[in-house]
């Protein structure tokens, strides 16, 4: 099994979560973060006064999936999140030792 971590633009989380709920991933953990990469952040103006805003509005969909079908889910969440422009985020890729479910004591991919 893999744990998927997706860092995309807010906007793009309906089409993302609808997306892979087609191709049968219903479990996820949202977050909402702020970071910056190469875009480095953008200076708005708030009541005449210029001021730099660092760290961007992120969010970060977390799923755990069996390994038959990481490259699926990969692939949906890069069609989805896609816009074309600096600041789509990124995808990360971890190996879970183990899972295991509280409630049945359920554990590996059948916990999930």
Do not use: W
Not at 10 to 37: N, R, S
Not at 64 to 79: G, N, R
Request: charged share 30%; hydrophobic share 40%.
């Amino acid at each position: 099994m893999k744990k998927v971590e997706a860092i995309i633009k807010p906007f793009k989380l309906d089409e993302v979560k609808d997306a892979l709920a087609k191709i049968g991933i219903y479990g996820m953990t949202v977050t909402e973060v702020k970071g910056f990469g190469r875009q480095k952040g953008h200076v708005e103006v708030y009541r005449g006064t210029e001021y730099e805003v660092s760290f961007i509005p992120k969010i970060k969909v977390e799923v755990v999936v069996p390994d038959a079908i990481i490259d699926k889910v990969i692939s949906t969440i890069l069609e989805k999140a896609n816009t074309g422009n600096i600041g789509d985020g990124k995808i990360f890729i971890f190996s879970p030792e183990d899972v295991i479910r509280i409630r049945t004591g359920e554990r590996g991919e059948a916990a999930i």
